[in-house]
């Protein structure tokens, strides 16, 4: 499985755009990247999900490079609502032995 | 209607007890999961079911015994419980087991078992 970095935790303002960066160095060809977010008491909830270059969906964009080490969430125009935990994960077509991180914690403050 | 259920939403139990937690979903999802999500929010995979057919049975101590009667049902039974088991369960389901692209985890809100 596919390692992850991503920064323990960040804080933006309302109305901001935030980019979370995950790094996966040893990402491999089959391996898609998955981003979650977890609020207090509930289960992690799927947001995007890509291969290469964008995708955008109605809450957000993924950003990935070329060499595809890294990824880059951006949330648009955060409100306090999207204070969560989100979590980078890379999964290849096989079983989904997904291996979630610490995340990265986002705080938005009014 | 909630995809992904599972009670309790708390458990408190003390060391040596047998409890049994339960889930289900309503998707018509293939697959099935437990997750355990520890106090320093670390989130691994404890077992997954396909059609009622275990498919991943990681680590986890034989006093875990998964079933799924059905497979929009899997359910968790922990014998003997002791104090390390203590953490967030969560039960999740995907419509496919072969592919990890479109096809994400739906999770359930959890279980939080503490033993005393």
């Known amino acids: 499985l596919a390692k992850t970095t991503q920064p323990i935790s960040m804080d933006s303002y309302e109305g901001q755009e935030v980019n979370i960066t995950c790094s996966h160095n040893n990402i491999a060809t089959n391996d898609y990247i998955t981003w979650y977010q977890q609020f207090p008491s509930q289960g992690p909830r799927f947001i995007i999900q890509?291969?290469?270059t964008k995708v955008t969906n109605e809450v957000a964009s993924l950003f990935i490079p070329a060499d595809r080490k890294s990824s880059t969430l951006s949330l648009p125009r955060v409100s306090l609502s999207d204070t969560a935990v989100y979590y980078c994960l890379v999964a290849d077509t096989g079983f989904q032995k997904l291996v979630f991180g610490t995340g990265t914690r986002l705080l938005v403050s009014p | 209607d909630t995809a992904v259920s599972q009670t309790p939403k708390y458990l408190v139990t003390q060391m040596g007890n047998d409890k049994s937690i339960k889930c289900e979903q309503n998707l018509g999802h293939d697959t099935m999961y437990w997750y355990k999500q520890d106090s320093k929010k670390f989130l691994k995979i404890m077992f997954s079911?396909?059609?009622?057919?275990?498919?991943i049975n990681e680590t986890v101590p034989n006093r875990f015994s998964p079933k799924s009667p059905d497979k929009a049902h899997l359910n968790l039974h922990i014998n003997s419980l002791e104090l390390g088991d203590s953490a967030v369960y969560f039960c999740?389901?995907?419509?496919?087991?072969?592919?990890?692209?479109?096809?994400?985890?739906?999770f359930g809100n959890g279980t939080r078992l503490t033993v005393t």
């Open positions: 079911y396909n059609n009622k057919e275990l498919i």
């Open positions: 999740a389901s995907s419509a496919s087991r072969d592919r990890a692209y479109n096809s994400p985890l739906h």
């Open positions: 890509g291969y290469k």
